[in-house]
């Protein structure tokens, strides 16, 4: 079994930062990928940035060079610092693991999701 736990939302100002967090544990043999999600009101959820095991990143159009997504291996950790934030940026973030637990299983794993709101 593998848990996930966010930490950092809050309610900033427009322009403002915020960094979120997201720890793994459990039964991990290997992280494959990690990253983040978000989901507006009445909206799909979408990618926000996700970074695989070897440091490749890959980011939304909307959040390039505002948003940078980091890993620390030793942790299980990832963490999402978020500059320059503006109000279509409010939604609910959920982090997404792709791990290995065994050597014949990979699973996709899901935070409970923090509330990012960006005040105008």
């Known amino acids: 079994q593998v848990q996930l736990v966010e930490s950092g939302g809050g309610l900033v100002q427009a322009g403002g930062s915020l960094r979120l967090s997201c720890a793994a544990s459990?039964?991990?043999?290997?992280?494959?990928?990690m990253g983040w999600y978000r989901q507006a009101p009445g909206k799909q959820r979408e990618l926000v940035a996700s970074?695989?095991?070897?440091?490749?990143?890959n980011y939304a159009d909307s959040v390039k060079d505002r948003f940078t997504i980091s890993r620390d291996n030793a942790k299980n950790t990832v963490y999402l610092q978020m500059n320059s934030l503006k109000p279509e940026d409010t939604a609910v973030y959920y982090c997404?693991?792709?791990?290995?637990?065994?050597?014949?299983?990979?699973?996709?794993?899901w935070g409970q999701g923090t509330q990012v709101t960006v005040s105008s």
């Open positions: 997404n693991a792709r791990i290995q637990s065994f050597p014949w299983r990979t699973s996709d794993y």
């Open positions: 459990g039964s991990i043999l290997k992280i494959v990928e």
């Open positions: 970074i695989a095991s070897g440091g490749t990143t």
